[in-house]
């Protein structure tokens, strides 16, 4: 469905790398999405907003000057697509972070919780999606 | 405002490397997460290149007493694996298999101005929301990477 692009990959993950390096030498701050939104209305807004208004507006701004930006709508039902919603909320909460916050920062910094929960959410969802698509009725 | 000068610039940064590594796109992760099917590896990818550029940042953040703009780093609280970590990572794979969507390449995409992005985003904050509720607002010291473990400016 998707071609695999090695090289595009490799240099978008750099600057997401260097998102979190930056943030964690300038802020002290985890590059963790769902800590920095989750924790918005607790404290210390500003920073917060500002990190979510250069996430948000990049891509607008992007593709504005004329890029390709692949923003391809979600496949899946308006039905599913609430309930995966409310799922990532509520687990990236529980589980203190999400693919960023666990998944590269937390591998960065060799944290065994890090680990077990990058193993633990790679696994389910490619669960989920093996029956989805290879499950029963197909 | 060098405070949010910088946490702007990284989440720029952050918004260029989905563009970028296509990780926007929901139906690329999925391919990514597909591997019995017609399998796209590049989410690996993202990834080796995403934690050794990380790596750096740490290994400069132990060289240095505090950040520049911060009078100290906020270290994730120190925990063992518990079933809490566990089952929350648990539920957002499920979430994240669903729709493709993991908090930053949703809020990334919204521009893309679609309904099911917005309705995905909005389902995702009403699940923190929801989650901030059942704990009682008692969760700050509970493992959130991103809660703060003094106070400052």
């Known amino acids: ?138 | 405002m060098r405070r949010i000068l910088a946490a702007l610039v990284a989440g720029a940064l952050f918004g260029l490397g989905l563009v970028i590594s296509h990780m926007i796109d929901p139906l690329k992760v999925l391919g990514f997460l597909d591997i019995a099917g017609d399998w796209d590896p590049s989410l690996a990818f993202v990834m080796a290149g995403a934690i050794p550029a990380a790596v750096i940042g740490v290994a400069l953040g132990h060289r240095t007493r505090h950040p520049l703009f911060a009078r100290a780093f906020v270290q994730p609280p120190r925990q063992p694996v518990n079933a809490r970590l566990l089952t929350g990572a648990a539920l957002f794979g499920a979430g994240w298999g669903l729709a493709g969507y993991c908090p930053g390449p949703a809020l990334a995409a919204l521009g893309n101005g679609a309904p099911g992005t917005v309705i995905f985003v909005a389902a995702m904050l009403s699940g923190m929301a929801g989650f901030r509720w059942l704990s009682g607002g008692r969760s700050v010291h509970l493992g959130d990477p991103a809660s703060p473990v003094s106070s400052r400016p």
């Open chain 1, 1 to 138: 469905m998707t071609h695999f692009t090695p090289i595009s990959a490799a240099i978008g993950g750099i600057l997401i790398g260097l998102s979190a390096a930056w943030l964690w030498l300038t802020l002290g701050r985890v590059a963790g999405i769902s800590g920095i939104l989750g924790g918005i209305t607790r404290a210390e807004a500003g920073w917060r907003l500002a990190f979510l208004a250069g996430l948000i507006g990049t891509p607008l701004l992007f593709a504005l000057v004329g890029g390709t930006v692949a923003w391809r709508a979600p496949a899946a039902s308006w039905p599913i697509l609430i309930a995966a919603g409310l799922l990532v909320g509520f687990g990236t909460r529980l589980g203190s972070g999400c693919t960023s916050g666990h998944g590269v920062c937390g591998m960065a910094r060799l944290s065994p919780r890090s680990i077990a929960a990058t193993l633990t959410f790679m696994l389910t969802a490619a669960l989920v999606v093996f029956a989805i698509r290879h499950g029963l009725g197909h």
